[in-house]
């Protein structure tokens, strides 16, 4: 396990330096690589959204975040999932391409939810605040996903969302991106 300050990789996103990302990430990669480490993950979504940058000068594997949940959302046979996570996941393709490719449509709340699921996320989440008022607007905006845009799953698409949101309290049954990470890592460390 490595990472690097939260503020260095915030920096770059606030910039749209996904290259900058992808370098910090490659400094972790290379730290895990010479520990002995045989594949990497990273449990951030956002992310992701530099790991083009990151693979082909990886000295070791990755697995990918929305292969996983995409592989999970096909399993149980969802066909039209709801993304949640920051405005920089949501607005970027990490996962469209990956749900597309195993036929699963990726529909995306409106400019303005994606404001403020984002605000929650970065303004609430991160610094440990977790307001009521926060688990209703995400119960409201997966309601609407599931009435008006017929969703069928909801993607927890950020490390934090866990905290406020999950199937007992969802509209849509979830699909735990961190969760589902973790337990693709430990599969494929058991069974290589």
């Known amino acids: 396990m490595h990472s690097l300050s939260f503020a ?16 910090l990430m490659l400094v972790s990669a290379r730290k895990l690589g010479l520990a002995g480490a045989s594949f990497l993950i990273c449990p951030d979504n956002t992310i992701h959204q530099a790991l083009d940058y990151v693979v082909t000068r990886s000295p070791l594997p990755w697995l990918h975040i929305a292969e996983v949940v995409a592989a999970e959302a096909k399993a149980r046979g969802f066909r039209r999932v709801a993304l949640t996570g920051t405005r920089w996941l949501v607005d970027g393709d990490v996962y469209p391409p990956k749900l597309a490719a195993r036929g699963i449509e990726c529909v995306r709340p409106t400019r303005e939810e994606r404001a403020e699921v ?4 970065m303004d609430e989440l991160v610094r440990s605040v977790f307001k009521p008022e926060a688990t209703a607007y995400l119960q409201r905006l997966i309601a609407r996903m599931k009435q008006e845009e017929r969703c069928d799953a909801v993607i927890l698409g950020c490390t934090e969302l866990p905290l406020v949101m999950d199937d007992q309290r969802s509209p849509l049954p979830t699909l735990d991106s961190t969760r589902l990470l973790a337990r693709a890592a430990l599969k494929r460390s058991i069974d290589p």
């Open 118 to 121: 984002s605000r929650i996320i």
């Open 8 to 23: 260095d990789y915030m920096a770059c996103i606030d910039r749209d330096d996904w290259r900058g990302v992808g370098e």
